[in-house]
């Protein structure tokens, strides 16, 4: 028996357009648009109608970059599969890329297998996961291989965390070299991590503990450095390559000249860089500790760079990183030594209102809204146009978002499980009312109504972005 859902007369907003339309919803999947109160509209029949007159209606989030459940600093992020992804649910965010990981001396199968078990029967949402390898070598390249089959196709590598995470050029220059073969996509994390750690090692040495040192030596130049050697590592190997959580203006500038020389080059920034800055790490009596998470954030000066990243295209995606760790308990294991605060901010649930935020503030577009949240992620990830558009045939995962609603953002609210909030008290205008991820309402009228479990694994075609 088919089901059919019906959204009548809405804004139908997409990266490419804006209409007034009707959307019809056959058994989890778009069936068609017509415009509304036109015969064609009309003659949608449906077993369930949701009025969106004075609404929005969008593509669901794609949230390209999460960490649930991530073991850092001898913690874990405090959000689980289950808690994070009904938070995204809340926040108008559909899909979650999570980064499974390959810790040192095991096998991607281990880490990836680690993650599945993770998440699978837990989501609220649908979900897919890139691979974070730490410890490159011939069998886990070949490795590689084998997971983009699994529809894993990116691979995170990092400059920084010597010791953990950490990937030498060599190691980098393999894992690009591999994926030109592949078809994968690297994905940076974009820090001079060793010239980091002498600074850390200083700074401490001067007796300086606070938060707010963490910005101190993680210095834009570092990232810079690491963000343009990561480039050229990238065009010696005849890769493409995505450098994750951009924060820092000379980091843009490395990208931006990089795209005019015509190289595949993308980027990624966050909404803590675009909205919050070195004032909220340099909070008194430990709050800053709320604010750690690398790349830093930076004084407030580098957020019009960002902006115009976005704008330009030279950033073409907003991810949350969300890594949420409690500033009770697990923030708290840093007090005394800025470099044991577990680094990490939460968003998940923020990104999608933050935006719409930005768009009312003259930022960018309802379209680029639409674009880089939704779209843009979809495609450079492999999940469009199933993900990340409203079209016949993708998926009905769809928001139904009210533009005039006030909220004021507060962990007394959230449904992220973490005792802050990063943007604690800030009013923003636009709300997200109802949720459906494949047809189902997970949301409807600002009450939770989905389930854990619903969420399915969904395997990633390459990066649709290069064509
Ligand atoms: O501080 C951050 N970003 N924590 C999560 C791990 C990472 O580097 O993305
Ligand atoms: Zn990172
Ligand atoms: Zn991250
Ligand atoms: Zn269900």
Redesign the pocket.
Known sequence: MTTRTVIRGGLVITASDEIHADVLIEDGRIAALATSGTPAAEAFTADRTIDATGKYVIPGGVDA?T?MELPFGGTFASDTFETGTRAAAWGGTTTIID?AVQSVGHSLREGIDAWHAKAEGNCAVDYGFHMIVSDVNQETLKEMDLLIEEGVTSFKQFMAYPGVFYSDDGQILRAMQRSAENGGLIMMHAENGIAIDVLVEQALARGETDPRYHGEVRKALLEAEATHRAIKLAQVAGAPLYV??VSATEAVAELARARDEGLPVFGETCPQYLFLSTDNLAEPDFEGAKYVCSTPLRPKEHQAALWRGLRTNDLQVVST?H?PFCFVGQKELGRGDFSKIPNGLPGVENRMDLLHQAVLDGHISRRRWIEIACASPARMFGLYPKKGTIAPGADADVVIYDPHAEQVMSAETHHMNVDYSAYEGKRVTGRVETVLSRGEPVITEREYTGHAGHGVYTPRSTCQYLN
Request: with cysteine; net charge negative.
């Open positions: 970059h960490h980064f994750v959580h990183d890594c």
